[in-house]
Structure formats: structure tokens, C-alpha cells
């Protein structure tokens, strides 16, 4: 019997290999597992080889750290099968583990070919000695060795596929792991070598041809080493790719939501937008059609907004905003949705339990913005008006139910503000009618519908006629005679005042023209101007061009703008005036009173004319404090050398009363209603018969 020995050394580097070839193994399953794809079947090749390499190269160094008294060579043939072996395995065993699942029954099976195969490997290595005779194996010893294998293929299974997975401190139990399964290969190999028993005067058949000689060792153990070191080099590398790709992915889906939110909400409120809201009403009218039940939809439009945001600047505006948001949020459940969908425009969405809980909402969200709200050092105080429409009800779809909720809200405006309205289905009647009459306004410049009216104005001391105020009226097809209340509003919105005023200037100095023609040289003609015709960059034009081509005197003609308008923007409606007045054009200030006026502006407008407000003639008999403003009004005109005009006059003791109070002229229903041209005469005569008819 020939005595082998070992060398220490090659033994101590065998289970290094062993151990290095484990924790290889169990780091590319875990590559594997986060694969995707063609890199799945890549890194199931790569390290098949790496791992069977690895394995191999164990075992063979663990042959040579084996040394008998003769020399010994290995058949390359045989060699490279039990290297192929070991690949194979390997490449067995990480497929087993990339596996979804791996049932008991599995992981035995598994354990079985792959200690087979390690099995084989070694005895195949062992083979490879052709020794002469054959080697001679201790039967228990051997089935140990094969014991060992089957158990520790188990086992390294069964870690492997455990430790698959991305854990907290998965390197370090991988590390521990991989000690475990080097000791356990280790075993099987020395165990196998321990079964070994060569009769004296055995001899290595493979010693000529085969593998043999001083520095196999090194060799084996350098290429071993390489490949092992690149196979998880290639690893750690790109699990550090995986691992940025993953944060960029991360990143990307941050921003991805950052950009919805952009999307969807209101940068200044952070509330959800008419995109959002338009989703949330779609979802409600879906969950009704699922389980039942009601939501009311409220629009929510503040009152006297836009002069706190023109007064104080839009800083404060968009704080008050900000303000107002919060409050109302503050109050309502998290699965309603308030949004703001414009300027100063909210729109609600509640579930309701019942239908009539809706009426408790809406009070209570116009009380929330009749609070006084302190900002910047102000305290600024607002009112909502609230229209609200039902579903099921008011509406089909999200688009009716807000046109609808608009129209609700509008009623609550012209109702007072500061309240709420229920939808009603005459309201958006009465918005398809302002749509109608937008139409048909549209036509009645050309179709020639526009009238105008004359209402004479008086001489108060001489009761004389001085002139007329030309007053727009619209003969309607359908609707017969529309006062301007009905559609000037709706002019000066569509900006189609402004050919309106164009042929109102022309026809009102046609029939002064008609009029100075027939003996009436000294009276005047005055023409109502709105505030956007008054802004409008052609209006000295076309005034200049409407007394050229009438030839009438700008003295004969008196523009009137309201208090308001002239004090908007003081220092353009200057420049304005400063022309028309330079012309030779009379300037009056229509319903004197009623605004805000600058004393010191007023001192340097270029007006001739004051008009006072036919509110403080109404209740002059009976409010004092009229009487005083009237007087007021009278001696300040007088100060600045204007003319003083009272309109809506109705009785002979209103009459009087102005009279002495110094007006010097006077114009209402008492001397003459606005009526067409061809009856204003006749109107005059009667005043005149009247005059003279002894008291
Ligand atoms: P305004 O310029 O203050 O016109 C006086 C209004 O008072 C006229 O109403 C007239 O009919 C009414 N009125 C006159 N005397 C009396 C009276 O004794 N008692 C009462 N209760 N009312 C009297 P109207 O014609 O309905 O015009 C209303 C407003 O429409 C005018 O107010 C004026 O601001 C505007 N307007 C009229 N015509 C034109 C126009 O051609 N262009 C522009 N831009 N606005 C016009
Ligand atoms: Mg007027
Ligand atoms: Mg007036």
C-alpha cells in the first residue's frame, strides 16, 4: 500500500478556492434574480463556467496537494471531462435556483444530480491518474464522500436560493454561507481522497502525455483566481449599474409626479384645476351610477375681488387668494374637492347624504368669506355668491353641470351677492337669451334697429329749451323697444360699443345739424360716452369726423361720461378730455355724485358741465342730507366755474326746489320724456302751452 501526504499549503488554498467559488456562485444567483431578459441567460452561462471552474479547480488543487511516493501525471482527456462535469453541474445548479419557486421535492431531486455531478467530477479526476492497477476504494468511506455531496448540494441549494434576493446584510450572510459550503466541498473532496487506497507497486498510467510536472499548481490556481475575480468583478459592477439605473428610475418617477401635480393643481392655491376637477366630477357622476347616492357641484365666485386686488396690488391679491382657499378647504371632508378653475372663480364638489345638506354647505361657505381676512396689515373684507346645482338633476355630464352651476351663480350675483342660488332651468334660459341678443346686436348696426331718443333739457330760470340728450334705444324685431339697460352692458363686453357710438355720435349730430338748420342755433346736443368708447384710442377721431361730416360747430355738441369713468385713470382721461375740449367740444360729468371724486382732479379737468345724479332729485322733498348735497354740489360747481345741470326732475316742487338752489339747467320727465325726433317739437309745445297758461 502506497502512504500518500498532503501538502498544507495547496490544502489551506484548495478550501480558499472553494470558499471564493461559493461566494461567486452565491452572488451571481442573485444576479440572475434582478435580470431581466437575454442578461438572465448570460449570467447563467458566465457563471456556470465561473462557478464550474471554481469548483473544478478545488478539486484539482486538492489532487495535487496529494503526493504519493512515485510520480504522477493526469490524462488531459479525462481532466477536461471532469472539468466539463463541474461546469454543467453548475450550470444545473443555477438554473434550479433562478426558479419562481423550489418545492422540498425539487430541492431533493436537484441535490441529487448536482451531487452526482460533483461526485463524478471527482472520481472522474481521480480516474484521470490511470494508475496501475486500479485504484482500490473503501466502500464506506466512499458512500460517505457521496453522503457529503448529495448533503451539501442540498444545502447549497437551498442557501443559494434563499439568499437570492436583495436582504439587509445580504454580503455578509453570503459571506458566512459561502465558509459553510467551501467546508462542506472541501469534505466531500478529502473525505473521497480518505476512500482512496493504492496497492504497493501501483503506477501512474498518465504520467506519459498527460498533465504533469512542477508549476500546475500555480497555473491552475492563477486561472482559477482570474476567472473567479472577473466573474465577480462583472457582478459588483453591475449591481452598481442595477443599483443607478434603479435611482434614476426613482428620480424619473418623482419628477413624473411632481409634473402631474403641476398638472392638475393651481400653482397659487395648490388646489386641484379645472383639469382635475373635471376628472373628480367624471368619477362622482360614475360612482352615483354604481351605488346611488348625490353630490352637489358649487361655484363659487368672490364679490368685490378685483377692487381690493386693483387697490392693493396683486401681492395681496394672490394672499387673500391664498387666504380665502384655505378657509374654505379647512371646512370640507377630505373626499370633497374644492378647485380653483380662475381669477377669483372656485368650484366645489361635496357628496351629499342627502339632497337638502347641500343648502348647510353652501351657507356655511358663504360665511366663511364674509369674515374679514387680515392680510398684510389690512383688514380686507369680501363676499362670495354661490350657485349650486345637483346631480342627480341639473345636468348630465360635468360640462352641463358647470355651465349650469355658473348660471346659478350669476342669479346669486344679480340677486345681491353675498348669498347662494339654487339652479334653476329659467336661469339658463336666461343665458341662451343674452347669447340670442348678442347675435342679433350683432346685425342691428347694419339693419339700421338703433333709434335715438331726444329728451329736452331746460333753462331752469328761463324755462327755456337749451338743447336734448340723444338716448339709445333698439327696435327689436322680436322684442319691440329695448331700453339701454337691457344691452349696453352687453355692448361694452363684446366691444361692439364702439360702432354703436360711432353711428350714435353721427345721428345725434345729423339732427342737431337739422335742428340748427331750422332756427335753433343756440341749443346744444349732448351724447352719452361709455367708459370703453371713452378708453378707445379712435373716439377724438371719430367725433372730430362726425361734426365734419354733419358741418356742425363742436360747440354744438356736449359728450357726457360718468363721475366714474373720468376718475378711472385720472391722468388718461385728462389727456382725452384735454383734446375734445381743445376741439371746441362741451365735457359734462354725467351722474355727478354716485362715484369717488378727486377735488384736485376736478379742478383740472377741462369739464363745463356737472350733471348731478338723479338719485339725490329723487328723495329731495324728504331726505335733508339730499338737499345738503345738492347745495353742496351746486356751490362747488359754481367754484370751479361749471355749469350745473339736474337730471330726473319729475315735479313742479323738485323743479322749485333745484331752481333756487341754483342749477342752471334742468331735464326730466316733468319738461319731456326721451321721445323720437319727429315728436320732440311737438313735446316742446306743450311745455310751452303749459308755461303760459295763467297759475
Ligand atoms: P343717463 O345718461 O344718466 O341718462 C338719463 C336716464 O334717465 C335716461 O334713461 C332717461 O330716460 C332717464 N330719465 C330722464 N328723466 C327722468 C326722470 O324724470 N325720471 C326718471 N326716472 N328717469 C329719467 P335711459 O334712456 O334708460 O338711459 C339710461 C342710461 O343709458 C343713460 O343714463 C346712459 O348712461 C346710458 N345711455 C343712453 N344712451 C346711450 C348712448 O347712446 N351711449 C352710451 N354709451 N350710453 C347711453
Ligand atoms: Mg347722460
Ligand atoms: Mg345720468
Given at each position: 500500500m502506497l502512504?500518500?501526504?498532503?501538502?498544507?499549503?495547496?490544502?489551506?488554498?484548495?478550501?480558499?478556492?472553494?470558499?471564493?467559488?461559493?461566494?461567486?456562485a452565491l452572488d451571481l444567483t442573485g444576479r440572475?434574480?434582478?435580470?431581466?431578459?437575454?442578461?438572465?441567460?448570460?449570467?447563467?452561462?458566465?457563471?456556470?463556467?465561473?462557478?464550474?471552474?471554481?469548483?473544478?479547480?478545488?478539486?484539482?488543487?486538492?489532487?495535487?496537494?496529494?503526493?504519493?511516493?512515485?510520480?504522477?501525471?493526469?490524462?488531459?482527456?479525462?481532466?477536461?471531462?471532469?472539468?466539463?462535469i463541474a461546469v454543467l453541474s453548475s450550470g444545473f445548479a443555477l438554473w434550479l435556483i433562478s426558479q419562481p419557486t423550489l418545492p422540498w421535492l425539487q430541492l431533493g431531486f436537484g441535490a441529487l444530480i448536482m451531487g452526482a455531478g460533483i461526485s463524478s467530477m471527482h472520481y472522474m479526476g481521480m480516474a484521470a491518474l490511470q494508475m496501475q492497477p486500479g485504484i482500490d476504494y473503501d466502500p464506506t468511506l466512499f458512500s460517505a464522500s457521496l453522503a457529503i455531496a448529495v448533503g451539501a448540494s442540498a444545502a447549497a441549494l437551498w442557501i443559494a436560493f434563499r439568499l437570492r434576493k436583495h436582504t439587509p446584510y445580504v454580503r455578509q450572510i453570503r459571506g458566512a454561507a459561502a465558509v459553510l459550503m467551501g467546508i462542506a466541498i472541501v469534505g466531500m473532496h478529502y473525505t473521497g481522497m480518505a476512500a482512496a487506497n493504492f496497492p504497493e507497486g501501483s503506477f501512474c498510467g498518465a504520467l506519459d502525455g498527460g498533465l504533469s510536472g512542477s508549476g500546475l499548481d500555480y497555473v491552475v490556481l492563477i486561472t482559477t483566481l482570474a476567472v473567479l475575480a472577473m466573474a465577480l468583478l462583472t457582478s459588483v459592477l453591475d449591481a452598481r449599474m442595477e443599483a443607478r439605473t434603479a435611482e434614476l428610475a426613482r428620480s424619473l418617477t418623482l419628477a413624473n409626479q411632481e409634473l402631474t401635480q403641476l398638472a392638475l393643481h393651481d400653482t397659487l392655491t395648490g388646489l386641484p384645476n379645472r383639469t382635475l376637477l373635471a376628472d373628480r366630477i367624471d368619477q362622482a357622476i360614475g360612482k352615483v351610477a354604481e351605488q346611488g347616492g348625490c353630490f352637489a357641484l358649487m361655484f363659487i365666485d368672490l364679490d368685490?375681488?378685483?377692487?381690493?386686488?386693483?387697490?392693493?396690488?396683486?401681492?395681496?391679491?394672490?394672499?387673500?387668494?391664498?387666504?380665502?382657499?384655505?378657509?374654505?378647504?379647512?371646512?370640507?371632508?377630505s373626499q370633497d374637492t374644492l378647485a380653483r378653475i380662475g381669477g377669483d372663480e372656485f368650484v366645489l364638489l361635496v357628496?351629499?347624504?342627502?339632497?337638502?345638506?347641500?343648502?348647510?354647505?353652501?351657507?356655511?361657505?358663504?360665511?366663511?368669506v364674509s369674515r374679514p381676512f387680515r392680510i398684510a396689515e389690512h383688514d380686507l373684507q369680501l363676499t362670495a355668491s354661490l350657485g349650486i346645482v345637483l346631480y342627480p338633476?341639473?345636468?348630465?355630464?360635468?360640462?352641463?353641470?358647470?355651465?349650469?352651476?355658473?348660471?346659478?351663480?350669476?342669479?346669486a350675483k344679480n340677486a345681491g351677492k353675498n348669498g347662494y342660488s339654487f339652479f334653476d332651468v329659467s336661469m339658463n334660459s336666461n343665458a341662451r337669451q343674452q347669447l340670442q341678443l348678442l347675435q342679433d346686436m350683432r346685425a342691428a348696426v347694419e339693419l339700421g334697429q338703433f333709434r335715438l331718443h331726444y329728451q329736452p333739457k331746460y333753462d331752469a330760470a328761463l324755462r327755456q329749451p337749451i338743447g336734448a340728450e340723444a338716448l339709445l334705444r333698439w327696435e327689436h324685431p322680436q322684442q319691440g323697444l329695448l331700453l339701454p339697460d337691457r344691452f349696453i352692458g352687453l355692448a361694452e363686453k363684446t366691444g361692439l360699443i364702439i360702432p354703436i357710438g360711432e353711428w350714435v355720435l353721427d345721428e345725434a349730430c345729423r339732427q342737431m345739424r337739422q335742428w340748427m338748420q331750422q332756427g335753433h342755433e343756440e341749443?346744444?346736443?349732448?351724447?352719452?360716452?361709455?367708459?370703453?368708447?371713452?378708453?378707445?384710442?379712435g373716439l377724438v377721431d371719430s367725433v372730430a369726423r362726425a361734426l365734419q361730416s354733419n358741418q356742425l360747430p363742436a360747440n354744438r355738441l356736449t359728450l357726457e361720461i360718468t363721475e366714474t369713468t373720468a376718475m378711472r385713470d385720472a391722468d388718461a382721461s385728462l389727456t382725452v378730455l384735454q383734446k375734445l375740449s381743445d376741439m371746441g367740444v362741451d365735457i359734462s360729468i354725467d351722474d355727478f355724485g354716485t362715484g369717488y371724486s378727486s377735488l384736485m382732479y376736478l379742478k383740472r379737468l377741462p369739464a363745463n358741465e356737472l350733471k348731478i345724479d338723479r338719485g339725490f332729485v329723487r328723495d329731495l322733498e324728504h331726505d335733508s342730507d339730499d338737499a345738503a348735497i345738492v347745495s353742496a354740489i351746486v356751490a362747488l360747481g359754481q367754484a370751479l366755474g361749471l355749469r350745473i345741470v339736474a337730471e330726473g326732475v319729475e315735479t313742479d316742487r323738485q323743479q322749485e326746489f333745484l331752481t333756487r338752489l341754483g342749477c342752471d339747467s334742468l331735464q326730466g320727465y316733468l319738461m319731456g320724456k326721451p321721445v323720437p325726433a319727429e315728436q320732440f317739437m311737438a313735446g316742446l309745445m306743450e311745455v310751452r302751452e303749459k308755461e303760459v297758461k295763467p297759475v
Open positions: 502512504i500518500g501526504t498532503y501538502s498544507s499549503s495547496l490544502v489551506l488554498i484548495s478550501l480558499c478556492v472553494a470558499i471564493l467559488a461559493s461566494y461567486t440572475i434574480a434582478t435580470a431581466k431578459g437575454r442578461a438572465v441567460h448570460l449570467w447563467m452561462g458566465g457563471g456556470a463556467l465561473a462557478m464550474g471552474v471554481g469548483v473544478w479547480s478545488m478539486h484539482f488543487i486538492g489532487m495535487l496537494a496529494f503526493s504519493l511516493p512515485i510520480s504522477l501525471g493526469y490524462d488531459l482527456a479525462l481532466t477536461a471531462l471532469s472539468l466539463l368685490g375681488f378685483k377692487p381690493v386686488n386693483d387697490a392693493f396690488g396683486h401681492h395681496v391679491g394672490d394672499q387673500l387668494l391664498k387666504a380665502v382657499a384655505t378657509r374654505l378647504r379647512g371646512h370640507l371632508h357628496e351629499l347624504q342627502e339632497l337638502e345638506d347641500a343648502m348647510d354647505v353652501a351657507v356655511k361657505q358663504v360665511n366663511l338633476g341639473n345636468g348630465l355630464d360635468q360640462l352641463e353641470l358647470l355651465r349650469n352651476a355658473d348660471a346659478a351663480m350669476y342669479h341749443w346744444r346736443i349732448a351724447v352719452n360716452l361709455s367708459a370703453i368708447q371713452f378708453c378707445h384710442a
